[in-house]
């Protein structure tokens, strides 16, 4: 079964550092690849996502993730964090023959200290 | 947002006693999932339907059933709740694309504390 690794699990930075969030999954094959971010108290929603073409994608509030197949990984940056994208990241993968059934990792707490 | 309501939001119950969460979608989509929350664990695939009938598990689905009688709803059984069973769940819908690319929409969560 694939497995999804989050390297980080809390991440503590001050506004405007930068920050990298590390994902790798153990699947050989064509994967979909997500990051979710939950903000205290509420609901996952999806920050970005990749399907194919271009490795680099940019989601929503300037983050973006770059996906490297040869090292299985796709890693979430932002340039320069602010207070407000202190939340819980989740990257999740996604294979081809899974009937839709993406598997997640334990996620990365992300406080910003103003 | 999708049209995603879970129910109830936050429930409290004592071991052995029978809990069910309910799932509602507005958005007629085929594929409908129930997570479990842990801190150190993400989310962890308790059961899903592909459709109307239609359910599977997931991996982590002893101590759950699932039933799913109209498009719409999705429920998820706790026979007989444990402790262990103290989590958050989320109900997850696909998207428009279905299950083909595996984006998930949730809802907001029901807190289950079994005592």
């Known amino acids: 079964a694939q497995s999804v690794s989050q390297h980080n699990h809390h991440v503590i930075l001050s506004e405007a550092a930068s920050l990298e969030l590390g994902c790798n999954y153990s699947?050989?094959?064509?994967?979909?690849l997500f990051w979710y971010v939950q903000y205290p108290g509420q609901h996952l929603q999806l920050l970005l996502k990749y399907f194919s073409g271009d490795p680099l994608v940019k989601g929503i509030k300037g983050f973006e993730a770059e996906f490297i197949k040869s090292k299985f990984s796709f890693n979430l940056r932002k340039p320069s964090v602010q207070w407000s994208d202190t939340a819980e990241y989740f990257c999740?993968?996604?294979?081809?023959?899974?009937?839709?059934?993406?598997?997640f990792g334990d996620g990365t707490t992300l406080t910003v200290k103003p | 947002d999708a049209g995603i309501t879970q129910s109830p939001r936050h429930k409290v119950t004592e071991t052995g006693t029978p809990v069910t969460l309910r799932c509602h979608q507005t958005e007629n989509h085929r594929y409908m999932y129930w997570y479990r929350q842990d801190p150190g664990h993400g989310l962890r695939l308790i059961h899903y339907s592909y459709g109307v009938k239609d359910t599977d598990k997931g991996e982590v689905s002893d101590g759950y059933s699932v039933s799913r009688s109209k498009t719409e709803d999705f429920l998820l059984t706790l026979e007989s709740a444990t402790s262990s069973q103290t989590s958050v769940y989320f109900c997850?819908?696909?998207?428009?694309?279905?299950?083909?690319?595996?984006?998930?929409?949730f809802g907001e969560g029901s807190r289950l504390t079994v005592l």
């Open positions: 997850a819908i696909s998207g428009p694309t279905g299950a083909l690319t595996g984006e998930l929409f």
């Open positions: 699947y050989g094959g064509t994967v979909n």
């Open positions: 999740a993968v996604k294979i081809n023959t899974n009937a839709g059934k993406s598997t």
